[in-house]
């Protein structure tokens, strides 16, 4: 395992969400994923028990039929009132791109990852969904150390039947809460963000 050189700060202010980084012709090995999914363990879950589950998608046909399900989803998105590139300014017309180039392409990253959560029905296992969801991030983190780029998408969540059929993934007990590419990045270089100032969303003491 070689990790990038990054301190904390550094590693949770450059995970970005990468779409036009990825490079979809280099293989990601098996054990790198294991790792992954091992540092997303760490994350806290409710009654420290593991309700978190990952579908790892490499198999091509899947992959396609996946990556068709998100574009069709995606061209919804695309023409409603919320499309990231009606919104003004350049960040927003850049994440629209980027978003865009995602639409087209998802199916083209060699893993995808759904996160998930499992109960012993699925209303247990939605209510689970705050268990996934540090867990995922961890795993973009621990991939992100490693040198690879993931993009948090939860739109297939319309089609979440579809998808689920295509895995085989029992929908009555497991609730899928998030859809990311997986791929080596582009390069390593990745900037902070321009974000709020903390102070414009903490709310001391009284809101
Ligand atoms: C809950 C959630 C849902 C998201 N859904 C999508 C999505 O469906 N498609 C996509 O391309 N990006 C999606 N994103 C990624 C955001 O667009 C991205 O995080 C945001 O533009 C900020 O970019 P950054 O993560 O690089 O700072 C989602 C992010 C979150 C947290």
Redesign the pocket.
């Known amino acids: 395992m070689t990790l990038l050189d990054l301190n904390p700060d550094q590693l949770l202010s450059t ?5 036009k980084r990825l490079d979809f012709g280099r293989e990601v090995p098996q054990d790198l994923i294991r790792e992954c999914v091992a540092m997303a363990l760490q994350a806290p879950s409710g009654s420290n028990v593991v309700t978190m589950r990952f579908a790892v998608v490499r198999d091509a046909e899947k992959r396609r039929a996946i990556g068709d399900v ?1 574009r069709e ?2 061209a919804g ?1 695309r023409a409603s009132p919320h499309y ?1 590139g009606r919104q003004a300014g350049d960040e927003q017309a850049r ?1 629209a791109s ?2 865009d180039y ?2 087209e392409h998802m199916g083209d990253a060699p893993v995808l990852v759904i996160g998930c959560t499992e109960g012993p029905d699925r209303a247990s296992a939605k209510a689970m969904l705050g268990n996934i969801l540090p867990a995922m991030w961890s795993f973009m983190l621990a991939a992100r150390a490693r040198g690879l780029g993931t ?6 969540l319309a089609r979440e039947r579809d998808i689920a059929d295509i895995l085989g993934i029992p929908y009555d007990t497991v609730a899928q809460a ?2 990311t590419p997986l791929a080596y990045t582009k390069g390593t270089d ?1 900037r902070p ?1 321009k ?1 709020p100032s903390p102070d414009s969303v903490i709310h001391w003491d009284t809101w």
């Open positions: 995970t970005r969400a990468v779409r998100y989803v995606y998105y990231a994440v980027s978003a995602l639409g993009s948090w998408t939860s739109m297939h998030v859809l990745f963000a974000r």
